[in-house]
C-alpha cells in the first residue's frame, strides 16, 4: 500500500497522514472546510485570535502520558505554557472554591487541606490516577496484551468508583468538577475515560499561545515536507469501492482520488453515508454504527475584553451553582461554566455544556438565518453564563468588548460532528465492546481514526492515530519509532 487518502484534517487525521508519510507513502488529506483543524481551529475578530474546540492539554513533561506522541509528532516546541502548579484548575462550588494542583501528591495533599477526614481516600484516589497513567501505552508497548487494564477500566462505571472512593458528596462534586472535559454520564461514563483525562491534567497542565491551529498548522506543514499534500475546501462524498476493497474518494466538485487505503478522520456515521453504496460493508457493522448515541455538545461564549481590564489568570475556573449535581443528565439549566482566559490576548472564554435538544427546532436552518428567536436564545444563554461567573469575575460584565457565540449547530457545520456532539461517540461501561470502536470498517482497506474510536481529547486522539496508522505500517515499526523499543 503505498497511496493513502485521509478524510479530514482534524488532530486525528493530521497524525494519521503525518505517521503515514514519514513511513514513506504518498498521503492526502481533504479536509471539507475552509481551515484545517477540525475542533482544533482558532478564528479571529479584529486582534483578537479565538480558539473554538481545544483549550489546554495535560501530560507534555518528559515521562508524562502525551510526551512520547507529542515529541513524535513535532509539537513539543510549541509555544507551550504551563499553568500554576500549586492551582491549574480551580473548582467554585456556591462560595467555595477549591484548588487542582500539579503532581499526584501534592494534588491529594491540597484538597485534603479542605476535606482532612478524607486524606487517605484523596491519596488512593491520587495512586489510582497515577497507576492508570503508567499504564497509558499497554496498547502499544505490551506485546502479550491487548490492553487489558483499559479493557477491565472501560467496562467500570467512573461514577460507582467516586461512590465507593468518597463518603463526602461535596468532595465528590469538587472532584468532578473540572470535568467539562468529558459528558458526565452518571449511566454511562466508563471509569477509564475519567481517569486517564484527569490523571494527564494533574501529571502537568498546558496551554497553547496562539491557539490549537498551531497544531494543525505544524502537522501539515510537516506532512507537506515529508511530500504529502493537504487540501482544503474538500469535501469527500463518497468512498467508492472495486472488487470488496476501496478504489479511492469521490469529492463534491466530482474529481475522483484513487486511493490504496483511505482513513477517515470523521464521525464513524458520517463514514457509513460515505460508504452507502458500498456493498463490502456489512449491514451488521453499519447497523451497529448507526446505533450508536453521541455526547452531549456546546456552547461557547468567546468575549474579547476592553484592554487591562481583567487580569490574566493563569488557570482554568470552574463554576457551579452550588446545588448543582454535576452527574444529572444535563436538561437545559445552566449549572456549570469553565473560564479559560488566553495567554496573550484580552480576551476570555466561557464555556458550558447544551444538549442537541436544546438547539434541534434550528437545525434546519442555515447559519445567520436562524431568526430572531435563535438570536434571543443565544443571548439569554451568554446572560446565564455571565451570571454564573460574576460572584468569582465580579469586573468582567463592565470589561466587555465583544461577545462572539458558538452552539451545537455551529460545530455541526464546522466538523460535521453529528448533532454538534462535543466529544463524539459516548462511551458506555455497561457495553465497552460496542460503543469502544477499533480503526478497523469491513472494508479491508478503510479505517477510522478520531475521538469517536477510544478517548477523545488531545491524548486520546494522538493514541488513536497511532492504533490507525499501525492497521497500515506495522505496530514494531511505531513502537521503536515512538518509544525506541
Ligand atoms: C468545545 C470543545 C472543547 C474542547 N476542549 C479540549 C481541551 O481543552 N483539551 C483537549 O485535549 N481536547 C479538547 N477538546 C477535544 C478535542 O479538541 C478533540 O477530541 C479533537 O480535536 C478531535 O479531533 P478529531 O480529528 O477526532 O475530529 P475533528 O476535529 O472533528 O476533525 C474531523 C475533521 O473532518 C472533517 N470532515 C468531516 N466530514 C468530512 C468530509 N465528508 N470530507 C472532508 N472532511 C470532512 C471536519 O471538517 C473536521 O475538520 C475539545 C473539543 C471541543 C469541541
Not at 116 to 123: D, I, T
Not at 260 to 266: P, R
Not at 291 to 306: A, H, P, Y
Not at 403 to 426: F, K, Q, W
Request: proline letters at 4%.
Amino acid at each position: 500500500m503505498n497511496n493513502a487518502v485521509v478524510i479530514g484534517a482534524g488532530l486525528g487525521g493530521l497524525q494519521c497522514a503525518y505517521i503515514l508519510a514519514k513511513n514513506g507513502l504518498s498521503v492526502t488529506v481533504l479536509e471539507q472546510d475552509s481551515h484545517i483543524g477540525g475542533c482544533l481551529q482558532t478564528f479571529r475578530r479584529g486582534n483578537t485570535l479565538f480558539d473554538t474546540g481545544f483549550h489546554y492539554v495535560g501530560g507534555l513533561r518528559e515521562g508524562e502520558s502525551l510526551y512520547p506522541l507529542f515529541r513524535y509528532f513535532n509539537l513539543l516546541d510549541l509555544p507551550w505554557q504551563a499553568l500554576d502548579e500549586d492551582c491549574f484548575d480551580e473548582v467554585v462550588i456556591g462560595d467555595k472554591r477549591f484548588a487542582f494542583a500539579n503532581g499526584h501528591e501534592r494534588f491529594a495533599a491540597t484538597l485534603a487541606e479542605a476535606f482532612p477526614e478524607e486524606h487517605l481516600s484523596l491519596k488512593r484516589y491520587a495512586d489510582f490516577l497515577k497507576s492508570v497513567g503508567e499504564h497509558v501505552y499497554d496498547v502499544f508497548l505490551s506485546r502479550n496484551s491487548t490492553g487489558s487494564f483499559a479493557t477491565s477500566l472501560f467496562a467500570q462505571s467512573a461514577y460507582d468508583y467516586l461512590i465507593d472512593t468518597f463518603h463526602n458528596p461535596l468532595l465528590r462534586q469538587v472532584i468532578s468538577g473540572t470535568s467539562l472535559k468529558m459528558e458526565l454520564s452518571r449511566d454511562t461514563l466508563p471509569l477509564y475515560v475519567f481517569a486517564q483525562i484527569n490523571n494527564s491534567f494533574i501529571q502537568s497542565a498546558w496551554r497553547l499561545k496562539g491557539g490549537g491551529s498551531l497544531i494543525a498548522e505544524r502537522l501539515a506543514s510537516d506532512i507537506r515536507s515529508m511530500g504529502g499534500e493537504v487540501r482544503t475546501d474538500c469535501p469527500v462524498v463518497a468512498i467508492e469501492e472495486k472488487s470488496g476493497c476501496a478504489a479511492g474518494v469521490r469529492l463534491k466538485d466530482g474529481d475522483f482520488v484513487s486511493a490504496d487505503v483511505v482513513i477517515a478522520d470523521v464521525h464513524p456515521q458520517e463514514a457509513m453515508r460515505l460508504m452507502a453504496n458500498c456493498a463490502s460493508l456489512r449491514k451488521v457493522y453499519r447497523q451497529r454504527i448507526q446505533s450508536l448515541e453521541d455526547t452531549i455538545g456546546m456552547f461557547t461564549v468567546n468575549i474579547r475584553l476592553k484592554p487591562g481590564m481583567v487580569p490574566y489568570e493563569n488557570r482554568n475556573i470552574f463554576v457551579h451553582k452550588h446545588d448543582a449535581d454535576l452527574w444529572l443528565p444535563n436538561d437545559g439549566r445552566r449549572g456549570s461554566v469553565m473560564v479559560s482566559f488566553y495567554p496573550n490576548f484580552d480576551a476570555i472564554d466561557l464555556l458550558t455544556p447544551m444538549c442537541w435538544s436544546e438547539v434541534a427546532r434550528w437545525a434546519d436552518k442555515p447559519a445567520g438565518r436562524r431568526g430572531e428567536d435563535y438570536v434571543a436564545f443565544k443571548n439569554e444563554t451568554v446572560e446565564q453564563c455571565l451570571q454564573l461567573v460574576e460572584n468569582r469575575l465580579p469586573y468582567l460584565r463592565d470589561a466587555i468588548d465583544g461577545v462572539y457565540t458558538s452552539s451545537p449547530l455551529t460545530y455541526r457545520r464546522y466538523t460535521r460532528t453529528h448533532e454538534g456532539s462535543v466529544y463524539g461517540i459516548r462511551k458506555d461501561w455497561h457495553s465497552p465492546m460496542t460503543t469502544v470502536l477499533t480503526p478497523k470498517t469491513t472494508i479491508p482497506n478503510v479505517m477510522l481514526t478520531g475521538q469517536n474510536l477510544n478517548l477523545h481529547g488531545l491524548l486520546g486522539v494522538s493514541m488513536t492515530s497511532v492504533i490507525t496508522a499501525a492497521e497500515i505500517i506495522g505496530l514494531d515499526t511505531l513502537r521503536r519509532q515512538i518509544f525506541n523499543c
